[in-house]
Structure formats: C-alpha cells, structure tokens
C-alpha cells in the first residue's frame, strides 16, 4: 500500500509542535502535524503564565485579541511571608489563542495540520520512518516528537528515559470576593509546598487560577490547606475546573536526538525545571527543531546532523541545566534559610536564579552571607 510522503512529521500541537511545524514549513519542507485532540487546544492544565519575550520569540502579536488575559508582575513569597516584588512584567494568556496562532502561521506557510488523528507507531523502513497513526499511514524522513510528557514518539523510538517529574494540581476559582489584581503570587516553603510551590494567578477580577506543585507528598492535602490560608480572598469562591498534570522539573534527557528523530519540550524534559515554566522553552525547542529537521530532510537525517539542534537550542539547553542546578541547592534548604535567603535577594536576583541565567553573579553575592555561603553560593559555584 502507498503512504503519503512527509518530509517532517510533528507529532503533538502543543507550544513545542505548533512551533516546529512553523519553522519546518518555512525551510520548504513537506510538513505534517498530527494532534490527537480534536481541536488545537491548551487541554492540558497550565498556569499560562508567560513573559513578554515568549511572544517575540514565537512571532506573535500581543494584540490579537482575546490573547493577553491580564498584564502581571510577580510577587515571590518566602515561607514569612516577605516578598521580593519582581520588576520584570509578563502576562497571563489564553494559550489556546497562541497555540491557534502559531498553527495558522504554520499552515500558511504550508504545513498539513490533522487535528483528531492520534500518532500510534513508526517502524523504520530503507532509511525512512512509517508512521501509523489512528486513521493513516505516513512516510517521513524526519520525526519530530512533541507528544508531552508521556510522549509514545519516545517509547517507540526505544528512549525509556524520562525527565523527574512533580505532579501538580490546579483549582479555577469563581466569584472570588477582592479586586482584579496585577500581581501572580507563588509561595515557597516546606510546610505549604515541600519540593515545589503554590501560585495564585488573577485571570479576571472573577475568576482566580490556584495552582500546587509538590513532590515526595500527597498533593490534595496541601491544595486544601493552601486554599484555607486564603480564605478571606476565596472565600465564597466555587471551583469550576479542578485538573492536574506532572511538569517534568528533572532537566533535559539525555537521548533527544536520534537517526531521523528529535524529541522536544515536555517530551524531553525542556522545561525550565525551578519555575516549571516550559511554554517558552518549547516554543523555542520547537522553532530550532522544525528548522534542523527541514533542512536535514532532503540531505542527511543522521543523528550528527541533526545535532545540529544543539547549537541552536544551547542557550536553553544552558538555562535549564542552571535551573536544575539552583532547584538541587533549594531543596536542601530549610525554611528558616529560604526566608534568610529572601532578605538578601533582590528581584534582578531571584528572575536570574528562577530562570538559570546569571546563576554564579548571585552565588557570589551570596558567598558573604554567614550561613547561605555553605548551604547556598558555594554549592552553585
Ligand atoms: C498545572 C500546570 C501549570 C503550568 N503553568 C505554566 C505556566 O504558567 N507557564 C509556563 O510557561 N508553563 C507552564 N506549565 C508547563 C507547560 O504547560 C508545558 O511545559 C508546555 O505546555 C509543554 O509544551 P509541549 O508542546 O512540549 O507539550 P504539551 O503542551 O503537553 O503538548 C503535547 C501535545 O501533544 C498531543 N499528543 C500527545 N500524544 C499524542 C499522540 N500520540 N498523537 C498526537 N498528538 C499527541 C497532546 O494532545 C498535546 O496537544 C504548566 C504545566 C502544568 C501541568
């Protein structure tokens, strides 16, 4: 039986797929994204969170309307309740609306989007891929797996490793009682997120996204008693969507790039592992994916050649490797030094620590510090 030729395939329409099916439809090559859903949709629970620089980096304006829900800066609070106010502003988004975007920008350039068509196998043949998926049979020279963190792509190209995860769960608020607010909150501490933390995000001055991440505990109770902590706010408040998902915070996995195949965003473990952001990450993974693969497609797909990735995505690859290594050093922190630790950061300090920049200005500036030096600055150094 004949199959359709692709040159890439993209499997998942997430920020990671719709990003790679656009990169890979400019270089000319024949492209198909598959989603299983029957919409592209941000399905999965998300934050939704995102910086100003995610958009220019996926090539979206920030004025569509519907995209930008609320305008916010953050607010980080330690285990006392100080708080260092972050300067920088980002927004609260209707991802939705962005993923939608990216994937009309993907098929006017050309990319072949099937929503509702579920990928389920590949087997190599002379050099090529065979794709099954749920309603055809597709022939590619380039497979590019952006299916999440329980990515199938991966389990059948042989890759078992999977990046550690931390299980989240995330309550939608209505008819919260206070004002609209500008301000996402996130709440460090043993007691109320051992090995994570708790957001509150102000969608609308109605409705309220409250979110928990935990590891090494049960997650229920800690939402519960994170909610009661705020019940003055959310009082009358009734929950009209209660879901969760795991964000994988272990860092990259080693085995990404493979002959003919590269696995991107949460399949790979491209999240920014201390803030689980990983809209930008993927986004960014899929842009530099979609362009090697496209590229690669007609000439050479082997696996040295599409590590070609790597020099495109280093930056992040260096980003999330810092964040890990800032997300090891707080956990072995107590509360009593993560409130130390507020009194010494500045905002600059906690965006840099967060999102594993400048990592070694802050261990230096912590290095005075009598009892952060040891627990802290020299282990990030
Ligand atoms: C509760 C929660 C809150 C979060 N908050 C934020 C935040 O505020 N900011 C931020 O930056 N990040 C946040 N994240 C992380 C962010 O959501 C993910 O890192 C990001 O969506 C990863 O993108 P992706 O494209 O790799 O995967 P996904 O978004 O998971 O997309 C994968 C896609 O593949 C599809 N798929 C899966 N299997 C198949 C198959 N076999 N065939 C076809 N299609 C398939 C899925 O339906 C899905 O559409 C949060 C995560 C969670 C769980």
Redesign the pocket.
């Known amino acids: 039986m004949s199959s359709k030729e692709f040159d890439v395939i993209v ?7 719709v990003s790679a099916a656009k990169s890979s439809a400019a270089t000319g090559a024949r492209t198909l994204l ?4 029957p919409a592209i949709m941000a ?8 910086s100003r620089q995610t958009l220019k980096t996926a090539g979206v304006d920030p004025e569509i309307p519907g995209l930008i829900l609320n305008e916010v800066h953050a607010l980080v609070y330690a285990p006392n309740m100080k708080c260092v106010q972050i300067g920088e502003n980002g927004y609260l988004i209707n991802k939705t609306i962005l993923l939608q975007e990216i994937a009309a920008q993907a098929a006017e350039l050309g990319a072949e989007i099937h929503v509702h068509e ?2 389920l196998d590949l087997k190599r043949v002379n050099g090529k891929f065979l794709v099954k998926t749920s309603r055809n049979t597709y022939s590619a020279s380039v497979i590019i797996g ?4 329980n990515s ?1 792509v991966a389990r059948r190209l042989g890759v078992s490793e999977r990046s550690e995860l931390i299980p ?1 769960l ?1 309550y939608l608020l209505a008819g919260r009682s206070s004002g609209v607010s500008d301000a996402i909150r996130i709440y460090l501490g043993n007691k109320i997120a051992p090995k994570g933390y708790a957001w509150i995000f102000p969608i609308t001055n109605k409705l309220v996204e409250v ?1 928990i991440g935990v590891r090494d505990a049960p997650i229920k109770p800690y939402i519960d008693n994170f909610i009661k902590m705020f019940s003055r706010e959310f009082g009358k408040a009734q929950i009209i969507d209660r879901r969760g ?1 795991p ?1 994988p915070v272990g860092g990259v996995i080693r085995e990404y790039v493979l002959d003919g195949a590269i696995l ?4 790979a473990g491209m ?1 920014i592992p201390l803030t ?5 990450s ?1 986004i960014a993974a899929g842009l530099a994916a979609g362009k090697v693969a496209g590229e690669a497609a007609s000439e050479d797909v082997s696996r040295e050649r599409l590590r070609e990735f790597d020099e495109e995505y280093a930056p992040w690859l260096n980003r999330i490797r810092r964040s890990l290594k800032v997300l090891r050093a707080l956990e072995r922190l107590s509360d009593d030094d993560l409130n130390q630790l507020a009194e010494v950061l500045e905002d600059r300090d906690v965006v840099d620590l967060a999102n594993g920049l400048d990592i070694a200005r802050v261990a230096k500036k912590l290095l005075v510090h009598p009892i952060l030096a040891t627990r802290l600055a020299r282990y990030l150094l």
């Not at 689980?276 to 930008?280: D, F, Q, R, S, V």
Request: contains cysteine; proline residues 5%; charged residues 15%.
């Open positions: 499997v998942g329409a997430g920020p990671a797929g598959l989603e299983k859903n399905l999965k629970p998300c934050g939704q969170a995102v579920e990928f952006a299916d999440g963190y199938r989240t995330q979110g998902a964000v991107i965003g949460d399949a999240v689980g952001g990983g809209i930008h993927s």
